[in-house]
């Protein structure tokens, strides 16, 4: 499975940026298809998670701000991000939950840089 981020950038606070994940097989078929982000010198952590069967969660930090979405007849998966703050700065990746013993899957991650 590979997964493709693009849709990073610079932006200013207050701005907004959509991040999307060409994922290469039948995104339906996957457990879990999500954003998570890395700031430097802190933890890879969630942002946004969309399992196949349930709601989607979300970090404290982005509710209200943060949409994530799934197109199945596209096998995208989107970030829409409004209100950017300078703590959102971070690389972004997409995940690809596989469920079971199968292991998950990363795109190359994509820069969000919030400037204030």
């Known amino acids: 499975v590979q997964l493709q981020a693009s849709g990073g950038g610079l932006v200013q606070a207050g701005g907004s940026l959509t991040l999307s994940c060409a994922v290469s097989t039948a995104i339906s078929n996957i457990a879990a298809v999500g954003w998570y982000r890395q700031a430097p010198g802190r933890q890879r952590e969630l942002v946004a998670r969309?399992?196949?069967?349930?709601?989607?969660e979300y970090a404290n930090s982005v509710i209200g701000r943060f949409v994530c979405s799934r197109d199945n007849a596209q096998n995208t998966v989107r970030l829409q991000m409004n209100r950017l703050k300078p703590e959102d700065t971070a690389v972004y990746y997409c995940?690809?939950?596989?469920?079971?013993?199968?292991?998950?899957?990363w795109g190359q991650g994509t820069q969000v840089t919030v400037s204030s």
């Open positions: 969309s399992p196949t069967v349930g709601f989607i």
């Open positions: 995940n690809a939950e596989m469920g079971g013993w199968a292991p998950d899957y």
